[in-house]
């Protein structure tokens, strides 16, 4: 796509938000195998920080801050 406003609305902000929410559930499930706290809240943090940073790298901000 040429345009790149359409392009993020309609290409990149959906299929970052799908890979978000699969490395959401594979951080989670991670989490669950894992026997010490200390490790699992290391990798629930790794895997959610990551997760957050495309999600808000990919908002439209354009359309909501005009």
Same mark, same amino acid.
């Given at each position: 796509m040429s345009t790149p406003p359409i392009r993020l609305t309609h290409i990149e902000h959906p299929s970052f938000m799908l890979i978000a929410a699969i490395l959401i559930t594979i951080g989670y499930s %991670?989490? *669950?195998?894992t026997l010490t706290s200390e490790? %699992?809240? *290391?990798?629930?943090t790794i895997t959610y920080s990551f997760a957050l940073l495309l999600i808000l790298s990919r908002?439209?901000?354009?359309?909501?801050?005009?």
């Open positions: %991670k989490h *669950k195998k490790k %699992k809240f *290391k990798v629930l908002i439209p901000w354009s359309n909501w801050l005009a």
